[in-house]
């Protein structure tokens, strides 16, 4: 007999749990946000089957779906109050084993900002990372999590952010992870228009870079070529006549009348 899909998960593994502050603002929402991802894989379901997340009540949520990530397929999921103050539940079919939500929160629109992030899983889950990421051109940014992670460290990503790595090896069901965060930044701008804004005198830099290298060229093809022409001129008039030209004497240069045999000028015959 076929397997039948049961109608939740008994547990979740290998979560990763993104925090990035004022990263983007795909929404226009117009005010500074923090993007809160959520990736893992569900555990004692087959798919199709319904996943359970809570989101805080002033999360505006950005997508829910099947993934994996570099794939996935989702849309706005079901959403009704929770029995948690301040939070709310959302739901929706998952296609594969592979979970995505993500939302924003709104934060803060003074330069100094402090704030706390907070997940509270539905699941029991086995192994997760949370990544902090530092906003471009924050400073005194500080990230402290509330629940002591068993391994943690900082590093850099391709893109140049600053990113802190927390490591939990087990999260109960109902237990709350959460992220004070802070950090000074003046311009309100996301990190992504940051990035996007900085990349503009980097390529006028390297347009300046080409065109420079471009006129070096051309003035050494320049210099090399003005010597050149005298000698081809001497090589073909040694040759003795233009193709379909004039014809000169092979040994004085002088040109040839096209009537006489030989040269006016020195007596050598001509070809």
Not at 67 to 84: F, W
Not at 146 to 173: E, M, W
């Amino acid at each position: 007999m076929p397997a039948v899909a049961q109608t939740q998960p008994a547990s979740l593994k290998d979560v990763v749990l993104t925090v990035y502050p004022e990263y983007d603002d795909p929404l226009g929402l117009g005010v500074p946000t923090v993007l809160v991802m959520l990736d893992g894989q569900i555990e004692g379901a087959v798919p199709p089957t319904t996943v359970r997340f809570l989101v805080p009540q002033g999360a505006v949520m950005y997508s829910a779906g099947s993934g994996p990530r570099a794939n996935y397929v989702g849309g706005p999921p079901d959403r009704k109050p929770s029995d948690i103050s301040g939070w709310d539940e959302i739901s929706y079919e998952l296609r594969t084993d592979t979970f995505v939500v993500e939302y924003y929160m709104p934060i803060q629109t003074s330069p100094d900002k402090a704030f706390s992030v907070e997940f509270i899983p539905l699941y029991d889950i086995s192994r997760l990372t949370a990544i902090v990421q530092e906003p471009r051109q924050a400073t005194n940014f500080s990230s402290a999590p509330q629940l002591q992670a068993v391994a943690q460290r900082q590093s850099t990503d391709t893109q140049g952010f600053n990113q802190h790595y927390y490591a939990y090896a087990t999260l109960k069901s109902g237990q709350s992870l959460g992220f004070s965060i802070s950090y000074t930044k003046e311009n309100p701008a996301p990190s992504l228009e940051i990035s996007n804004s900085n990349k503009g005198p980097v390529l006028a830099a390297v347009i300046l870079g080409v065109v420079l290298l471009g006129i070096g060229v051309y003035w050494a093809l320049r210099k090399s070529s003005s010597v050149r022409p005298g000698r081809d001129r001497v090589s073909r008039k040694g040759h003795g006549s233009e193709p379909g030209g004039d014809r000169f004497c092979t040994r004085c240069g002088a040109k040839l009348d096209k009537s006489h045999r030989y040269c006016r000028k020195c007596g050598t015959k001509g070809r």
